[in-house]
């Protein structure tokens, strides 16, 4: 497999604090990889450094194999990257369908991706007036997820799609991106370990702004010492 996205050992500071210190990350095409660690560890920052957030001071970010580190954050958009931040950012005061609308890149985006979307999320459909305030914490993470569908991405970055939903929900987020990997390649983060092991292929683990572990999934499901040292209560 090829890999769509290559981290090559970024540094990122916030300020003056240097919170990456050596990350390093590839995600092959049609798959789910996760990013995984201790809350703090740096996965969000990491995130964020690819889609052009936080300028990475050193290392590469190579995207089918161009550099594409130090552009601006739309520019790294529009060449296919979605990114669902954490806590969900949906326009409260936007309906549904105005908060998907606001994420086409091209005219027409949203009508060619609606069967896709509300095929995933019925809910969505259902409450396609409602302003996105008024949805439950679930549906706003549905939203949010499908705003990165509307334009043709190639790469989904999703930051801790399962934070504070209830467990049937959650559930039903795993199903959703279950589906959707089989159109597109995620880089996943989760503290949710039950979850990221469910869906993910191969993993990566930060410490402490580093990265410190990588490999298959499944052998990691399997191996409660290194799940507990690096992820806590595993
Ligand atoms: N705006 C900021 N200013 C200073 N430090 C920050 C800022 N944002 C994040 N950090 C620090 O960077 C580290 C990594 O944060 P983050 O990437 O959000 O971790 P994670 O997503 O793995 O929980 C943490 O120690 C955090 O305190
Ligand atoms: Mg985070």
Redesign the pocket.
């Known amino acids: 497999m090829t890999d769509l996205l290559r981290v090559e050992n970024i540094h990122t500071f ?2 003056q ?1 240097h ?1 990456l210190e050596g990350v390093s990350l590839s995600v092959p095409a049609g798959s789910i990889t996760a990013l995984l ?10 995130l ?1 450094s690819i889609i052009g957030l936080l300028s990475p001071r050193a290392g590469r970010i190579m995207l089918d194999g161009r550099e594409i580190q130090g552009r601006p954050a739309y520019d790294i958009a529009a060449l296919g990257i979605g990114y669902v931040p ?1 806590h969900r950012a949906v326009f409260r005061d936007l309906t549904v369908e105005e908060n998907l609308k606001i994420a086409e890149r091209r005219k027409g985006d949203l009508d060619r991706r609606s069967d896709l979307i509300f095929d995933l999320f019925p809910d969505l459909k259902r409450f396609i007036r409602l302003p996105g305030g008024q949805l439950s914490g679930g549906q706003q993470q549905m939203l949010s997820i499908a705003r990165v569908l509307v334009a043709d991405n190639r790469l989904l970055l999703i ?1 801790e799609p399962s934070e504070g939903l209830a467990p049937v929900i959650v559930e039903n987020i795993i199903e959703a991106l279950r589906r959707l990997s089989d159109h597109t390649t995620v880089l996943l ?1 989760e503290q949710n370990f039950r979850m990221a092991a469910q869906l993910a292929d191969r993993y990566y683990i ?1 410490d402490d ?1 580093q990265s410190v572990q990588s490999g298959q999934m499944a052998e990691l499901a399997r191996d409660g010492a290194l799940v507990a040292k690096y992820l806590g209560a595993g």
């Open positions: 916030i300020g604090f919170i660690g201790r809350n703090g560890a740096g996965k969000t920052t990491t964020r954490e930051d983060v930060l702004g």
